[in-house]
């Protein structure tokens, strides 16, 4: 199995920046994309970006594009969320997610995502 482990998160102000890691540890040598997804109290889990583990192919959904930004460490397998100009809008429970099993996927599709972490509270204040 794959933990995985979120930090970073916290209390920041509208237009402020922060950034969340997510380390890995345990069968990391199948990885092929880590990613980041968010939750608002009322609503749906949704995608905000991936990486691929090998090509690192950066994916973003469409309200953050520009805003954030994310990396990969792959000899720590570590992955990192940089995120400026937070709105409170981006106020969420983020979670960090992992694709291990070979499979044909989508990126944005949390059904193909096979472990994921505990998640980190972010709260965008105004």
């Known amino acids: 199995q794959v933990q995985l482990v979120e930090s970073g998160g916290g209390l920041v102000q509208t237009g402020g920046s922060r950034r969340l890691s997510c380390a890995a540890s345990?069968?990391?040598?199948?990885?092929?994309?880590m990613g980041w997804f968010r939750q608002a109290p009322g609503k749906e889990r949704e995608f905000v970006a991936a990486?691929?583990?090998?090509?690192?192919?950066?994916y973003y959904a469409d309200s953050v594009k520009g805003r954030f930004t994310i990396s990969s460490y792959n000899a720590k397998n570590t992955v990192h969320l940089q995120m400026n100009s937070l709105k409170p809008e981006d106020t969420a429970v983020y979670y960090c997610?992992?694709?291990?099993?070979?499979?044909?996927?989508?990126?944005?599709?949390?059904?193909?995502?096979?472990?994921w972490g505990q998640g980190t509270q972010v709260t965008v204040s105004s």
């Open positions: 997610a992992a694709v291990i099993r070979p499979k044909i996927y989508h990126h944005s599709d949390y059904v193909a995502y096979d472990s």
């Open positions: 345990g069968r990391t040598f199948s990885l092929d994309a």
């Open positions: 990486i691929g583990w090998s090509s690192s192919i950066t």
